[in-house]
């Protein structure tokens, strides 16, 4: 259940997983994907990871919402879901994770925009650049759209 660490020291399966989690929230997956470097064993991952959801030290819930709070801000919910599904999340998790990205998509995509460019696009090749932009970001494409829009307004407006 133990490794050799470089000094000399050995730290338990259960220590491991403890300082991963004072450090951060991962998904179930993911620290059990971590740990696994440190064990011979694979029957002692999923009993740990069983207590410490028990516990309520492991919470793929937690996980998920702490990833979209910081992420929303500068990703779009294709950018996010992906990110989740590749950390573990179940579907149900994921779908209701961006049902909430959703309802403030555009304004997040629109102050996305707004800190790299500031400006409308001059032709149609800035537009496809700006697009491009935002799409790398995870936003749909109904999102870019209507954030292009609106900047191009919002110029219009300005005299």
Do not use: C
């Amino acid at each position: 259940m133990t490794r050799n660490l470089k000094h000399g020291q050995e730290k338990s399966l259960r220590q491991r997983a403890l300082e991963y989690l004072g450090k951060r929230e991962y998904s179930a997956y993911e620290l059990a994907n971590k740990l696994q470097a440190y064990t011979d064993e694979a029957d002692d991952i999923p009993a740990l990871i069983s207590e410490f959801k028990e516990r309520g030290w492991l919470s793929d819930v937690r996980f998920t919402e702490q990833l979209v709070r910081i992420r929303k801000v500068k990703f779009g919910g294709a950018k996010i879901a992906n990110e989740l599904r590749e950390k573990g999340i179940s579907d149900e998790l994921i779908a209701e994770a961006v049902s909430d990205v959703k309802e403030n998509e555009l304004e997040n995509a629109t102050e996305v925009w707004r800190k790299k460019y500031n400006q409308p696009a001059s032709d149609r090749n800035e537009w496809a650049k700006q697009a491009r932009f935002l799409q790398s970001r995870g936003f749909s494409f109904d999102t870019i759209k209507a954030a292009l829009k609106a900047a191009e307004d919002d110029n219009d407006e300005t005299p």
